[in-house]
């Protein structure tokens, strides 16, 4: 997958090892007297490590990588003892990767490995806000609505996993790419996003599968000639997947298409839209 990684200048890298400790999921080491990036597995591509470079020899660089695997780092982290986990853990926290933290509390409680105390500020964030038990008191008696809703969808199906991205509905389309959540949280998902679009959904929490999304994504664009997408997502953290997904399909496709992001907040309403292509 195309995604933010470490890039290592050998030339100007003296070996000093000053950003090793500073990579807590241990991705790099010094070897042969140069820093080396030892996996992509263990790259997180946050860049904690480059402010730590006296020679400026660290980077961020786009590029073909294994995706980041934050069980294997859990492997590796467990083995410095609980300061370690405790520093990767507000590491993570504190990049808002709230996903991995919580497939990280999950590998603890599974080992039987303690969670250290984490700092104060960041404790109500150690677990999925996107998961955090809500009640609203925006309920409306439906005997107070009137008229028949009218369903804007024009195919079946409609998870991304499922559809064929060569499939004629998507033919100079205008996609909307929904998170699974949308169409609950919003009243009038069919009327106001809906009508005109053709659908695929998909959730970037649940479904573990992202390259084929991505492969997907990449064949609509290329081979259906889609005229624009419509990225829906809701406020929680790990919809933001489905936005970083479209983004890296259009850098590697080198398209210009429009490209309109929504996000929907918890209690139903738009929180913000933005154009990002």
Known sequence: MIREIIKIDESLCDGCGECVPSCHEGALQVIDGKVRLISDLFCDGLGACIGHCPQGALTIEKREAEPYNETKVMEYIVKGGPNVIKAHLEHLIDHNELDFVTEAIEYLNKHNIPIPELRKENVEHAGCPGSKEILFENYIDSESESGQRQSHLT??????????????????????????????SYPDFH??????????????????????????????LEQN?????????????????????????????????????????????????AQIN
């Not at 996609?175 to 169409?183: E, N, S, T, V, Y």
């Not at 996003?193 to 994504?217: H, R």
């Open 155 to 184: 195919h079946w199906p409609i998870q991304l996993h499922l559809v064929s991205p060569e499939a004629q509905y998507y033919r100079d389309a205008h996609l909307l790419l929904a998170a699974d959540c949308c169409g609950f």
């Open 191 to 220: 009327k106001d996003f809906l009508k005109g679009k053709s659908l695929a959904i998909a959730c970037p929490k649940l479904d573990t599968n992202k390259q084929v999304y991505f492969d997907k994504l990449i064949t609509m």
């Open 225 to 273: 000639r889609l005229k624009a997408i419509t990225v829906l997502v809701m406020q929680v953290p790990c919809c933001s997947g489905l936005v970083q997904m479209v983004q890296q399909t259009i850098e590697f496709t080198g398209s210009d298409i429009e490209v309109n992001v929504i996000v929907i907040g918890i209690d139903g309403n738009i929180l913000k839209e």
